[in-house]
């Protein structure tokens, strides 16, 4: 059985905070790791993760994969109000995303 | 470029109806994925085509759900006999070549089963 546990479920910060997501997870045969930003549609990718160690960046958006410890990152920093929004870890195995609840942010002007 | 476009965006159906969800993928995607997406939760997995082949229908909930792309672009999602805990938003992605690569979500189709 997939595992994948996002953590905080949700938070609230003041514009221009920085904020950090982690994404655990235990699945088998993992392939990458996939970042998505979801407000009140679909939700849009960010970031696609398969190497360890090497972090990626857009913009004020980053992410990193740890493939030993099976975490992801995702950082935001100065934050906006439109980051606000739900962010869905999903590691790719096999032929499928398997994703997490997501993190809900909610920026504060 | 024109993105994932599903329709309807919104469909309220009777218990017991039949119901046909539409995704058109991005131009020249060769995957096609649908997930189910209940409220509070991440997607959930239904199917997997690579052009018109069904490569994974493992999360198919039950033989109501069926899923077809018979020329390879248009996909459908047919539910039989919906139940209430047909309620979601199914969500339907595609990808350039396999599954290995990223996927674009199109935004969903509500469904209710009253």
């Known amino acids: 059985e997939d595992k994948v546990v996002q953590s905080p479920l949700s938070l609230v910060v003041h514009e221009g905070d920085t904020v950090t997501l982690n994404c655990s997870y235990e699945v088998t045969n993992f392939r990458s790791l996939l970042w998505y930003k979801q407000e009140k549609k679909a939700p849009t990718f960010l970031f696609m993760l398969?190497?360890?160690?090497i972090e990626k960046k857009s913009g004020r958006l980053s992410s990193i994969l740890d493939k030993k410890e099976l975490f992801s990152i995702l950082n935001i920093t100065a934050t906006q109000t439109g980051d606000s929004a739900v962010y869905l870890c999903?590691?790719?195995?096999?032929?499928?995303?398997?994703f997490g609840k997501g993190n809900q942010v909610v920026v504060i002007p | 470029g024109a993105g994932v476009s599903q329709s309807p965006r919104y469909k309220v159906a009777k218990r017991g109806q039949d119901v046909a969800l539409r995704c058109d993928p991005i131009?020249?995607?060769?995957?096609l994925f649908w997930y189910q997406q209940a409220l509070g939760q991440g997607p959930e997995f239904l199917t997997y085509?690579?052009?018109?082949?069904?490569?994974?229908k493992s999360g198919l909930p039950s033989d109501r759900f069926f899923a077809e792309r018979p020329e390879g672009s248009v996909s459908t999602l047919k539910i039989q006999r919906t139940q209430q805990e047909d309620s979601a938003v199914y969500l339907c992605?595609?990808?350039?070549?396999?599954?290995?690569?990223?996927?674009?979500f199109g935004p969903g189709t509500r469904l209710t089963v009253t």
């Open positions: 999903a590691p790719l195995r096999d032929n499928r995303l398997a």
């Open positions: 131009s020249g995607h060769v995957s």
């Open positions: 085509f690579q052009n018109e082949a069904q490569l994974d």
């Open positions: 398969t190497s360890s160690g």
């Open positions: 992605a595609s990808g350039k070549r396999d599954s290995t690569y990223e996927q674009y």
